[in-house]
């Protein structure tokens, strides 16, 4: 396995280039152009409908430095899947534009609603064929660009336009769907989740994914300054406080002999060490104005607490599995 340093990473061109129409303080660029550092040569990506595809590829410019091919919302695995088996064919065949290229490193992009819901059987028909590529889950935790509707991934009391919080509900009332164990039970080679506060283990896992020998999944949490409601300079502070209260916890998964493998990232494996650094889910949610109505007219203790055992009892799951619990 090659590490990757920052340096070296400092030095290789963007190849999503800057000029493109994200959001300001949206996270989403950030990750990609980190992921994107990590690949080793020739690359692929493609993208389902979504913030990243709408807002980088405004006619007649796009900002991807590399070949980029834009998939329907429903099928971004399937695309990659399609890349893959036709440079293997062209390969064998000694013929065609892909047969030249040793290694291709092939990336998929999509977000919540296409991964969750939509995109959740192309991207489990891919897993179960072994196809080599890496599938990126950019989680802004609902359909930003279609106008903040609530997805699979939307966490639970969170307020969206299709679960607004009210008299009648207090924000969504489904939890956020465990997709990394959906994704693992398929036994692939290499799973990670990624925040874009921690860099350098950003790009270290991604190059991870590049080498692994079939797929692999990677689950980054991108704040939405618009849908969340926080102002875009905090970006960085809200994901790593996503991190600090375990909401959301940076780890890694493989497969030894044939069993997944959990080991907690250096971040997470800081508040494993010293418990009691682990920040209130508190101080997440009261940053946010998705979470507005937890807080005001009334405070919401019974949820604010539902919401915190649920957490810790991720969290504890989670140790369990990395064998420190
Ligand atoms: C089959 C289908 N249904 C609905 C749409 C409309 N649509 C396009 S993007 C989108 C939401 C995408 O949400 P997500 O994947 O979370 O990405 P984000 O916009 O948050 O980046 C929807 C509903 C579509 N393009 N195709």
């Known amino acids: 396995m090659s590490e990757l340093t920052l340096r070296e990473a400092s030095r290789k061109p963007d190849l999503l280039a800057p000029g493109h129409r994200l959001c300001a303080g949206c996270a989403e660029p950030m990750v990609v152009r980190m992921i994107l550092k990590a690949v080793r040569g020739?690359?692929?990506?493609?993208?389902?409908?979504?913030?990243?595809?709408?807002?980088?590829?405004?006619?007649?410019?796009?900002?991807?430095?590399?070949?980029?091919?834009?998939n329907a919302f429903e099928n971004a695995a399937a695309t990659a899947s399609g890349i893959e088996a036709?440079?293997?064919?062209?390969?064998r065949k000694g013929r065609g534009p892909l047969s030249k290229y040793e290694t291709l490193d092939v990336v998929a992009f999509a977000g919540d609603g296409g991964t969750y819901d939509i995109g959740l059987q192309a991207l489990s028909g891919a897993l179960e064929r072994g196809h080599d590529f890496t599938y990126v889950l950019i989680d802004n935790e609902a359909y930003m660009n279609t106008g903040i509707q609530r997805s699979g991934g939307t966490p639970y009391a969170a307020e969206t336009t299709t679960s607004p919080a009210g008299s009648v509900i207090p924000g969504k009332r489904e939890w956020k769907k465990p997709i990394e164990d959906i994704v693992i039970a398929h036994r692939i080679p290499y799973a990670a989740t990624l925040s874009p506060a921690y860099p350098l283990d950003v790009l270290r896992k991604a190059r991870r994914a590049f080498e692994a020998d079939g797929p692999a999944f990677l689950h980054a949490i991108v704040p939405c300054s618009r849908g969340w409601r926080f102002p875009p300079e905090k970006t960085?502070?809200?994901?790593?406080?996503?991190?600090?209260?375990?909401?959301?916890?940076?780890?890694?998964?493989?497969?030894?002999?044939?069993?997944?493998?959990?080991?907690?990232?250096?971040?997470?494996?800081?508040?494993?060490?010293?418990?009691?650094?682990?920040?209130?889910?508190?101080?997440?949610?009261?940053?946010?104005?998705?979470?507005?109505?937890?807080?005001?007219?009334?405070?919401?203790?019974?949820?604010?607490k539902s919401i915190q055992e649920w957490v810790d009892e991720r969290w504890m799951q989670l140790l369990e599995k990395a064998g420190l619990g």
């Open 42 to 70: 020739p690359t692929i990506a493609t993208t389902a409908t979504g913030c990243l595809e709408v807002a980088t590829t405004i006619f007649p410019y796009t900002a991807w430095n590399l070949p980029w091919i834009h």
């Open 86 to 91: 036709a440079w293997r064919a062209m390969r």
């Open 236 to 304: 960085i502070m809200v994901s790593r406080l996503a991190v600090q209260t375990c909401v959301f916890p940076l780890w890694e998964c493989w497969l030894e002999k044939g069993r997944p493998v959990y080991r907690l990232s250096a971040p997470s494996e800081a508040v494993a060490k010293r418990p009691e650094s682990k920040k209130p889910v508190e101080e997440y949610l009261s940053i946010q104005g998705r979470f507005r109505h937890l807080f005001q007219p009334k405070r919401r203790d019974d949820i604010i």
